[in-house]
């Protein structure tokens, strides 16, 4: 069993900074990517984010102001969100791929967090 748990959303003026964590617990043999997702009131969820072993991918509306990184120490992911915009309000969700060994064979899993809420209000 493998366990995401978000962290470090909160209420947050237009402009403000947020970081938020993402931490992987339990069973893992490897992480091969940790996402963040977004999904906001009435709207589909978004990938906002993505981090596999060779690189970083960002949704247009978030380049230049949100950078993802990883602590594979700790098997933890952050997104480091700045100058805020109120359409960024949101319930985050991380998600990852991560590799479980069974019977000795290695198999790759999906996973999600709970979500952490995210709003920008003056």
């Known amino acids: 069993q493998v366990q995401l748990v978000e962290s470090g959303g909160d209420l947050v003026q237009p402009g403000g900074s947020l970081r938020l964590s993402c931490a992987a617990s339990?069973?893992?043999?490897?992480?091969?990517?940790m996402e963040w997702h977004r999904q906001a009131p009435g709207k589909q969820r978004e990938l906002v984010a993505a981090?596999?072993?060779?690189?970083?991918h960002y949704a247009d509306f978030v380049k230049g102001r949100f950078t993802i990184s990883r602590d594979n120490t700790k098997n933890t992911a952050y997104l480091q969100m700045n100058s805020l915009k109120p359409e960024d309000t949101a319930v985050y969700y991380c998600?990852?791929?991560?590799?479980?060994?069974?019977?000795?064979?290695?198999?790759?899993?999906?996973?999600w967090g709970q979500g952490t809420q995210v709003t920008v209000s003056s």
């Open positions: 998600h990852a791929e991560i590799v479980q060994t069974t019977g000795g064979r290695p198999l790759t899993f999906s996973y």
């Open positions: 981090m596999p072993n060779d690189g970083t």
């Open positions: 339990g069973s893992i043999y490897s992480i091969n990517v």
